[in-house]
Protein backbone atom coordinates (compact mmCIF):
# COMPACT_ATOMS: atom_id res chain seq x y z
CA UNK A 1 0.00 0.00 0.00
CA UNK A 2 1.52 3.49 -0.45
CA UNK A 3 2.52 5.92 1.81
CA UNK A 4 -0.84 8.08 0.90
CA UNK A 5 -3.41 5.57 0.61
CA UNK A 6 -2.74 4.39 4.18
CA UNK A 7 -2.35 8.09 5.62
CA UNK A 8 -6.26 8.42 3.80
CA UNK A 9 -7.15 4.68 5.44
CA UNK A 10 -5.86 6.18 8.78
CA UNK A 11 -7.96 9.20 8.53
CA UNK A 12 -11.17 7.49 7.16
CA UNK A 13 -10.83 5.08 10.61
CA UNK A 14 -10.31 8.30 12.56
CA UNK A 15 -13.91 9.68 11.16
CA UNK A 16 -15.35 6.15 11.73
CA UNK A 17 -14.74 6.88 15.09
CA UNK A 18 -16.26 10.44 15.21
CA UNK A 19 -12.64 12.20 15.19
CA UNK A 20 -13.12 15.75 13.96
CA UNK A 21 -10.26 18.42 11.94
CA UNK A 22 -9.37 15.14 10.66
CA UNK A 23 -5.74 16.50 8.88
CA UNK A 24 -3.34 14.66 6.22
CA UNK A 25 0.27 17.01 5.88
CA UNK A 26 2.42 16.06 3.09
CA UNK A 27 5.85 15.95 4.55
CA UNK A 28 7.53 14.13 1.50
CA UNK A 29 9.17 17.89 0.71
CA UNK A 30 10.18 18.33 3.82
CA UNK A 31 11.46 15.61 6.31
CA UNK A 32 13.21 12.10 5.25
CA UNK A 33 11.47 11.15 8.61
CA UNK A 34 8.32 10.43 7.50
CA UNK A 35 5.88 10.83 4.61
CA UNK A 36 2.90 12.02 5.81
CA UNK A 37 1.33 12.70 8.90
CA UNK A 38 -2.19 11.90 10.14
CA UNK A 39 -3.38 14.84 12.69
CA UNK A 40 -7.01 14.25 14.15
CA UNK A 41 -8.97 15.51 17.10
CA UNK A 42 -11.22 13.72 19.83
CA UNK A 43 -12.62 15.00 22.92
CA UNK A 44 -12.17 12.44 25.34
CA UNK A 45 -9.54 10.04 26.76
CA UNK A 46 -11.85 7.07 26.01
CA UNK A 47 -12.88 8.75 22.52
CA UNK A 48 -8.46 8.57 22.03
CA UNK A 49 -8.34 5.04 22.58
CA UNK A 50 -11.47 4.35 20.34
CA UNK A 51 -9.88 5.96 17.44
CA UNK A 52 -6.60 4.39 17.87
CA UNK A 53 -8.35 1.36 17.93
CA UNK A 54 -10.29 1.97 15.18
CA UNK A 55 -7.03 3.28 13.40
CA UNK A 56 -4.85 -0.24 14.19
CA UNK A 57 -7.75 -2.54 13.30
CA UNK A 58 -8.11 -1.41 9.89
CA UNK A 59 -4.81 -0.79 8.65
CA UNK A 60 -4.36 -4.26 10.28
CA UNK A 61 -6.91 -5.82 7.99
CA UNK A 62 -4.90 -3.55 5.26
CA UNK A 63 -1.27 -5.65 6.37
CA UNK A 64 -0.13 -2.42 7.64
CA UNK A 65 1.18 -3.17 11.36
CA UNK A 66 2.75 0.00 14.03
CA UNK A 67 5.74 -0.17 14.80
CA UNK A 68 5.71 1.90 17.99
CA UNK A 69 2.61 3.59 19.87
CA UNK A 70 2.98 6.01 22.38
CA UNK A 71 0.52 7.49 25.15
CA UNK A 72 -2.43 5.48 24.42
CA UNK A 73 -2.98 4.86 28.34
CA UNK A 74 -3.09 8.57 29.26
CA UNK A 75 -5.28 9.49 25.98
CA UNK A 76 -4.00 12.75 25.44
CA UNK A 77 -2.18 12.85 22.26
CA UNK A 78 -1.66 9.10 20.94
CA UNK A 79 0.69 8.53 18.36
CA UNK A 80 0.60 5.49 15.84
CA UNK A 81 3.86 5.24 13.88
CA UNK A 82 3.76 3.10 10.87
CA UNK A 83 7.09 4.51 9.16
CA UNK A 84 5.64 6.15 6.11
CA UNK A 85 2.69 7.58 8.25
CA UNK A 86 2.27 8.90 11.88
CA UNK A 87 -0.91 9.29 13.26
CA UNK A 88 -1.55 12.31 15.98
CA UNK A 89 -4.31 11.93 18.05
CA UNK A 90 -5.57 15.13 19.75
CA UNK A 91 -7.40 16.00 22.72
CA UNK A 92 -8.59 19.09 21.15
CA UNK A 93 -6.53 21.04 23.73
CA UNK A 94 -3.71 19.47 23.60
CA UNK A 95 -3.67 20.07 19.47
CA UNK A 96 -4.52 23.72 20.04
CA UNK A 97 -0.76 23.62 22.27
CA UNK A 98 1.50 22.00 20.12
CA UNK A 99 0.23 22.73 16.66
CA UNK A 100 1.75 20.78 14.60
CA UNK A 101 0.39 22.09 11.86
CA UNK A 102 1.81 25.62 12.47
CA UNK A 103 5.26 23.49 13.00
CA UNK A 104 4.49 21.83 10.08
CA UNK A 105 3.25 25.10 8.13
CA UNK A 106 5.39 24.65 4.61
CA UNK A 107 3.74 20.92 4.89
CA UNK A 108 0.91 20.48 1.87
CA UNK A 109 -2.44 19.82 4.31
CA UNK A 110 -5.77 18.12 3.22
CA UNK A 111 -8.40 18.14 4.93
CA UNK A 112 -10.60 15.02 5.40
CA UNK A 113 -14.39 15.72 6.15
CA UNK A 114 -17.15 12.83 5.84
CA UNK A 115 -19.32 16.29 5.12
CA UNK A 116 -18.46 18.16 1.37
CA UNK A 117 -16.85 21.28 2.33
CA UNK A 118 -18.48 24.77 1.83
CA UNK A 119 -18.17 26.25 -1.25
CA UNK A 120 -15.04 29.34 -0.65
CA UNK A 121 -15.97 32.90 -0.93
CA UNK A 122 -15.30 34.22 -4.51
CA UNK A 123 -12.64 36.83 -4.49
CA UNK A 124 -11.93 39.61 -6.61
CA UNK A 125 -9.26 42.26 -7.89
CA UNK A 126 -10.46 46.02 -7.39
CA UNK A 127 -8.76 48.47 -9.40
CA UNK A 128 -5.96 49.01 -7.12
CA UNK A 129 -4.51 45.55 -6.82
CA UNK A 130 -5.99 44.24 -3.55
CA UNK A 131 -8.22 41.44 -3.18
CA UNK A 132 -11.87 41.48 -1.65
CA UNK A 133 -14.26 38.84 -1.39
CA UNK A 134 -17.31 39.26 -3.27
CA UNK A 135 -20.52 39.83 -1.70
CA UNK A 136 -23.85 37.61 -2.63
CA UNK A 137 -26.17 40.39 -4.67
CA UNK A 138 -29.64 40.97 -2.23
CA UNK A 139 -32.65 40.92 -3.25
CA UNK A 140 -34.56 44.50 -3.36
CA UNK A 141 -37.93 44.93 -2.34
CA UNK A 142 -40.04 46.70 -5.04
CA UNK A 143 -41.84 49.68 -3.75
CA UNK A 144 -45.76 49.18 -4.06
CA UNK A 145 -47.87 52.25 -4.50
CA UNK A 146 -51.67 52.35 -4.10
Avoid at 10 to 21: E, F, P, R, T
Avoid at 62 to 81: A, F, H, N, P, S
Avoid at 114 to 122: G, H, L, Q, T
Amino acid sequence: MTSKRLAQVIAQAALSKKAHHVTILDLRKLTTMTDYFVVCSVDSDTQARAVADAVKNETLEQGETTVRKEGYTEGRWVLLDFVDVVAHIFHTETREFYNLEKLWGDAKFEYVNDEPPAPAPKRTRSAAGTTKTAKKPTARKKKTTE
